[in-house]
Nanobody
Framework: QVQLVESGGGLVQPGGSLRLSCAAS????????MSWYRQAPGKERELVAVRAADTIIRYADSVKGRFTIGSDNEKNSLILQMNTLKPEDTAVYYC?????????WGQGTQVTVSS
């Protein structure tokens, strides 16, 4: 069983930045893929960014050039650096990791972009 805990969400003004973290209970070097998703009120959960096999990285078109997915191996954490935030980025953000054929989700962290 893998536990994931997100942190770093909050309220930010348009144009601002936030850095989300997702701490895993085991070494993230064992994960075959790590992803960030988000779900806005009344909408389906959507993929924001994914990192697989340490080299394959994809972003949703809506966040390209503004968001960066990364990792902190010392802290066993997945990172999402979010810059130039827009009101439409408001959502609950979830991390997901795949380990030995199973996928695990965090509990989510709320990001609200508003003036």
């Amino acid at each position: 069983q893998v536990q994931l805990v997100e942190s770093g969400g909050g309220l930010v003004q348009p144009g601002g930045s936030l850095r989300l973290s997702c701490a895993a209970s085991i070494s993230i070097s064992t994960m075959s893929s790590m992803s960030w998703y988000r779900q806005a009120p009344g909408k389906e959960r959507e993929l924001v960014a994914v990192r697989a096999a340490d080299t394959i990285i994809r972003y949703a078109d809506s966040v390209k050039g503004r968001f960066t997915i990364g990792s902190d191996n010392e802290k066993n954490s997945l990172i999402l650096q979010m810059n130039t935030l827009k009101p439409e980025d408001t959502a609950v953000y979830y991390c997901k990791m795949r380990h030995r054929g199973f996928q695990y989700w965090g509990q989510g962290t709320q990001v609200t972009v508003s003036s």
